[in-house]
């Protein structure tokens, strides 16, 4: 036992000091004017190059053409070393399979060759393939964790809250025959942990193989959020022939397969400037401007009947009237929305969403709605309170996953401020608009954001209405 908690504390120093290095010549190469998010791609395509030396070096088959491997590469330095990894960069692009999802629209970000060296240097220090997925995976995802709380990046965009996540999964409870699809993946957050979740209940090895090469699906309209999501599944050995991440925008690049599990974090907002019109490919979709009321369409078309959705989407989801409210109403009738977790602000990186969990299945009208407020009198914020499993130890254990129909109040007239409460077909039926947005709980509440915070989402909103009050100059300008 001490032996097993010796070597678990040596295999955590090694994770933290290899995170450490690598960070280190992240911080040099910032000063040099490459970016976090440049510096964790480059670390990416040079990773896979090293691993496939290593793997080529153990006897096995190389997934990288000849004149195009990390021999080709490492002993190189000056402008030679510059010139040939741009070359490597274009050509593997260009490939199918995993090779050319990692590799995919892939250029050359750290152009000063004693740079790009380093970093080289600081991968041949490491034998990585022959590391434990789990532990080399960790390391991964500990990196992009790390990459995600720095604000300069922007990369907490992508960056679901892992407790989030967690919690999530554990309710949805994936299963290790099913199929677990994520439409806006990201890094892969949630498809990591519903793998995670799910390999544990079975020692067989076709379900395990059936893991591991087809039970999962993810897309992504960001070349780079591609790279760093195949990356990180490829590291965990999920995927090593097909990365089962694709590129591209599943609002519009239509999928017809359907799927047991979904779970996503959907981007919020409006479609960006010069993307294709959801409508022109979805017709099938009550027309709408909304990212998250088509993502939201989108994920109720891809779960198979009787499968299992867990997604997080903002109050106006519920709340809002027009196209919003029929597409509201559709959920309703044709699908079990049966929870709703309420969610507090200060635990995403863009700071003051307000966003809920909607967990549902396909085939069912929703007959009742239970609720976890888990906002009212809540804070969170990023640096000083951040968000824990353990916060949501009671909302997963209230769930009741497998026993619904087994789930008991904690709100009551003797406690009119329990946080779980079930709300009946009249109830909902019954609210203005079909409005969605139940509260009762009545705490006092006191702004705990620090200044910086405060600061943040004051310059957030700013920019917001300087970006209506432009818009309104140029409606006026056309009467």
């Not at 949805?172 to 806006?184: L, N, Q």
């Not at 390999?199 to 309209?221: H, P, R, V």
């Not at 129909?405 to 406690?415: A, D, H, L, W």
Request: proline letters at 3%; hydrophobic letters at 35%.
């Amino acid at each position: 036992m001490a032996k097993d908690k010796s070597l678990r504390e040596t295999e955590i120093l090694t994770e933290q000091s290899l995170v450490k290095k690598i960070w280190d010549i992240a911080d040099v190469l910032s000063s040099a004017g490459v970016s976090f998010t440049d510096y964790i791609t480059q670390l990416t395509y040079l990773l896979f190059l090293k691993m496939d030396n290593e793997r080529e070096d153990l006897g096995l088959k190389s997934s990288i053409k000849k004149g195009y491997k990390w021999k080709d590469l490492a002993d190189l330095s000056g402008e030679d070393l510059v010139d040939k990894y741009e070359e490597i960069l274009k050509e593997l692009a260009k490939e199918k399979g995993i090779v050319g999802t990692i590799f995919t629209k892939a250029t050359n970000k750290i152009n000063r060759p004693a740079m790009l060296k380093k970093v080289i240097e600081l991968l041949n220090e490491q034998n990585w393939y022959m590391m434990e997925g789990d532990f080399k995976g960790t390391i991964y995802e500990s990196i992009l964790e790390k990459n995600g709380q720095d604000k300069k990046s922007g990369a907490g965009q992508y960056f679901t809250p892992r407790p989030l996540i967690s919690a999530i999964v554990d309710c949805v409870d994936p299963k290790i025959t099913e199929t677990v699809a994520d439409p806006a993946c990201g890094t892969a957050g949630f498809l990591l942990a519903a793998y995670e979740h799910m390999k544990k209940q079975s020692k067989d090895i076709e379900k395990q193989n059936f893991l591991k090469n087809n039970a999962f699906y993810g897309a992504d309209n960001t070349d780079l959020v591609v790279t760093l999501a195949s990356m990180n599944m490829y590291l965990h050995d999920i995927g090593i022939k097909k990365s089962p991440i694709v590129c591209a925008d599943s609002l519009v690049d239509k999928n017809d397969n359907t799927y047991d599990v979904v779970l996503a974090n959907p981007p919020f907002g409006t479609r960006p400037k010069g993307a294709v019109e959801v409508s022109s490919s979805r017709p099938e979709f009550i027309k709408t401007s909304d990212n998250q009321v088509n993502f939201l369409q989108h994920i109720m078309s891809m779960v198979r009947t009787g499968g299992r959705v867990g997604v997080v989407l903002p109050d106006s989801i519920l709340t809002d009237g027009g196209s919003t409210k029929l597409v509201r109403e559709k959920l309703l009738k044709e699908y079990n929305l049966h929870t709703i977790l309420r969610l507090p602000t200060g635990i995403f990186y863009a700071q003051g969403v307000k966003t809920n969990v909607l967990f549902f299945e396909r085939g069912k009208e929703t007959k009742e709605i239970w609720v976890y407020d888990y906002r009212t009198g809540v804070k969170h914020t990023l640096v000083t309170k951040p968000l824990e499993r353990k916060d949501l130890d009671e909302f997963v254990e209230c769930y009741r996953k497998g026993n619904l129909n087994k789930r008991e109040e904690t709100y009551s007239e003797k406690n009119p401020n329990g946080r779980w409460r079930c709300f009946s077909k009249d109830e909902i039926y019954g609210r203005n608009e079909l409005r969605l947005d139940f509260k009762w709980l009545n705490f006092d509440e006191e702004d705990e954001r620090s200044i910086e915070e405060v600061v943040s989402d004051m310059e957030k909103e700013a920019d917001i209405i300087k970006k209506q009050v432009s818009e309104l100059k140029k409606i006026l300008e056309r009467i």
